[in-house]
């Protein structure tokens, strides 16, 4: 039997395995700042390529980055009335811009110094981007308007986990102002698509794009739609969405414009994000009991070259044979951009780091010893196949050349069976013939998947009796699929007949 | 005479310059919020290139990109007493996490949500970064650490302006933690020498890199360093500052290694940091009285392609043209990436897409219009030759394929120019003959640059008693430079014996 890098399994408790992962494959960990995350190299070197080719599929789309304040003033908050209601429970807000020191000299909020119209810590920002663009639109031509901001928001949590609820976190947020509603759907729904095809193709996790039931939806908003990502454990992880705003976010900032005809009116608005919560899907799709499997798109480092030194004469010939290898596969393009190559040479025994880079989940770890540079070959160990059949270790001995003839191929090969593992345990947990959700759900924590029902969409206090009854079960609506079969019955909760399907799940 | 872009020249009024420089190139505005911006495409686009350049750097030099929490609870605050005193005055200090509404239906914070601990918004982030550097550093195996990030940060400012001083401003801020003083040291050093690197080779701004006084060191720091450049009136702008730390924050942080003997030691620690206020820098250094003028190497685009339409049958021609130059342009490489050309196909008119094109400073504009499809050739305007010496605008028409051969080269030349002409304007503009300050001083708008004396390095009340008379002179030390010439003679303030260099000069 394989005794894995981590204390924990999945199969144990896949909670405190997730915990385990985090600090093993040193991404991130408690600040001591309440609710706060310290986002660690190698966590922070995933996010920047998460940044990167995020980035460049949002600047492919027209759309411009900007940056906005951080802080909001509580007058343009109270302007959209459902966002505040979503809002205010959990928001920071600055009340003094000075400290003193009291009597005995312990620091307090200065009461001079405390401010006329308290400021809010942007949890999102619709209302202080919605500002600029009632100054920015003027007229039909200068529209759509698209901008971006790659930020900090806070949202007070009170039970938090790393990755997927923090107080602060990082994320991106699309805003966007159009002629009409047909315009504004279009974007709506283009960024979605974005957003399935980038958790899809960077980070090979496969999702259901839908829209959420209207109890899920954006505060404020008239429709939102979510990707939605199956966890190892069955649970469902939403990470990201795209909300049609109407024209309420415009109404309440005034961000009109003059159409060919002269008439004025107000734009429809859209507002979309992702965040570092992808990071803790990415983890909970395809970490295992060896701690986390990086896809190579997202990887700080694609390819780790570990030499095996001896502290002896050897030692020189093996540093100066992974130069060269590391030069070699650093000249290569994947992915369109050049092979992040690593070389380890650290103070630490190549055994140790051989293990610590199996479970920061680099996808090829390459280790050289003097036998290797005598021979010129590789030992090669790949994330995705690290044992073999029999438990052991599934090291291949290759040429030099071979190998580098083939690392780009074998990138390519490592992030397409991550996902076609991740697209297979997706869709063979997706159960459409459940007629008895109590009993299938049955256990707190059986992984199950989640279960896709037909449904009449019914609003209202019946919708609130359908929420309370999922709720029992610990259960929730994910989103109605895109690319859902057609209904043909009755509404598995009313029996009216059904107008489409909806995905129930557990969640975080 | 030319007749200008702006309506307002440097020479008239150069805050008034200042500022329409930021409107008409649309750099930024302001954001409605109390003392912070809203940072425009344009403006955006220089700092993501900004990033782009010294995030390299940072990684080149062996840091770490991290990210740390925004708020700091003020017990951490409370350990560095000087860091304290000197930034207690100006930080927003968040109270409470929730919101209700009074009776009246206005938000107001909820007395229930009461922080027990309030948090401070982070101003700079030694203390938080020492926290988990206590975490991290056991023994001299961890060292150095080296790490960064990129971060917004407040600091409450009752006069603001844009880019140079806000409350909410974005930056980098390099943290490291060294065995001793000396490996400490190296790296202070080490940065302000990337720093200056950066500014002048990037930026196109020269810079004098030296010392801090005293009275002007970061609160807390043993030795402060900056650069210093010198605007077009004359004042000088610190662009990026280098602090040695000592062992106080480490000591507050409790950051302490074992040794190879055994022994436990306090770490010596420094940080750094530059902002978009160097954004500021570029505008005072390089902008005219038609606007921006962007160095290549930090312009968002770097050639603008500007089709003169006519609403007529020659127009897809035109366009047809203009998307091949821009694919020939696209296939070269500049500064070691590939060149950023923009093709302007918007609704407006050529001559206004011109002189949008000139104000924003972007380096090479091409118009192309029915004559120059005809005879394969392009209208270039470099920014930095903009006129002729009769007054009238310099368009050199040459052929497709020779601009294409030479556009390279060309965007070196304008990188370089723009660095040579501030270059000469720092040179000339700093005297070290003066004997009466207040006499070449006179006048508050004067444009005499800066002073460089030699003093005897006070300390105490005769420090006091120098700063004092130079503050009534509007005068501030800028910095001691690390490249000065020895001293011989007196100490231009008291008399003794001169043992260094510092310069004088106006800020802002």
């Known amino acids: ?116 119209e308290p400021l809010i810590v942007r949890p999102t920002s619709e209302t202080v981007i919605g500002s600029a663009m009632s100054r920015w639109v003027q007229s039909w031509r200068d529209l759509p308007l698209k901008v971006n901001q790659w930020a900090n928001v806070v949202r007070w949590e009170m039970r938090t986990r790393m990755f997927l ?56 908003a008239v429709a939102t739609y979510s990707i939605e990502a199956m966890m190892q454990d069955g649970k469902a992880l939403q990470a990201g969405t ?48 060896d701690g986390l499997r990086c896809p190579p798109r997202i990887a700080p480092h694609q390819i780790v070259i570990v030499p095996m030194l001896r502290d002896n004469e050897e030692d020189q010939a093996i540093l100066d044979y992974c130069a060269a290898l590391q030069a070699d596969l650093k000249a290569l393009d994947a992915f369109r951009e050049p092979v992040r190559v690593h070389l380890d040479a650290g103070a630490n025994k190549a055994q140790t780091k051989r293990w610590g880079w199996v479970k920061k989940g680099a996808p090829i770890i390459l280790e050289i010893g003097p036998r290797d540079v005598a021979g010129g070959n590789v030992a090669v160990i790949r994330r995705d196949r690290l044992y073999k059949d029999d438990g052991k270790l599934n090291t291949a001995f290759v040429s030099k050349g071979d190998f580098v003839a083939a690392a780009v191929a074998t990138l390519g090969e490592i992030q397409d069976n991550l996902f076609t593992e991740a697209k297979a345990r997706l869709d063979s947990n997706i159960r459409r013939d459940v007629t008895d959700l109590k009993a299938h759900f049955a256990g707190d924590d059986k992984f199950v998947g989640w279960v896709e029902v037909q449904w009449s969409r019914p609003t209202g206090a019946v919708l609130e009796g359908i929420v309370e009854q999922l709720k029992a079960l610990k259960l929730t609506m994910r989103n109605t699929p895109l690319d859902a079969a057609p209904t043909d019955g009755a509404c598995f909760f009313t029996g009216e007949p059904a107008t489409e399907r909806v995905l129930v799940g557990r969640t975080y």
Request: aromatic share 10%.
């Open 242 to 289: 795209s909300h049609y705003l109407g024209t309420g976010f415009a109404e309440a900032a005034n961000i009109r414009y003059q159409d060919k005809d002269g008439g004025h009116s107000l734009c429809h608005t859209t507002s979309w994000g992702t965040s570092t919560r992808m990071i803790g899907g990415v983890i909970m799709t395809h970490g295992d009991d």
């Open 1 to 116: 039997m394989v005794k894995h890098a981590l204390s924990v399994t999945r199969q144990a408790d896949f909670a405190a395995w997730y915990q385990d992962v985090i600090a093993e494959a040193d991404l991130a960990e408690e600040s001591g700042v309440r609710g706060c995350m310290v986002i660690k190299p190698w966590g922070y070197g995933i996010w920047e390529r998460i940044q990167k080719v995020m980035d460049a599929a949002i600047k492919d789309a027209g759309v411009q980055n900007c940056y906005f304040p951080l802080f909001i003033p509580l007058s343009f908050f109270e302007k959209e009335a459902d966002h505040v209601d979503g809002f205010a429970k959990e928001m920071a807000v600055v009340t003094h811009h000075r400290l003193i020191q009291d009597g005995k000299g312990k620091l307090i909020p200065d009461p001079e110094a405390k401010l006329e």
């Open 165 to 220: 609820r923090t107080s602060e976190f990082l994320w991106q947020e699309g805003h966007t102002a159009h002629a009409d509603r047909a315009d504004a759907m279009v974007e709506t729904l283009r960024a979605l698509e974005m957003y399935r095809n980038f958790a899809e193709t960077a980070l090979a996790m496969p999702v259901v794009a839908g829209e959420k039931p209207e109890h899920e939806r954006f505060p404020g």
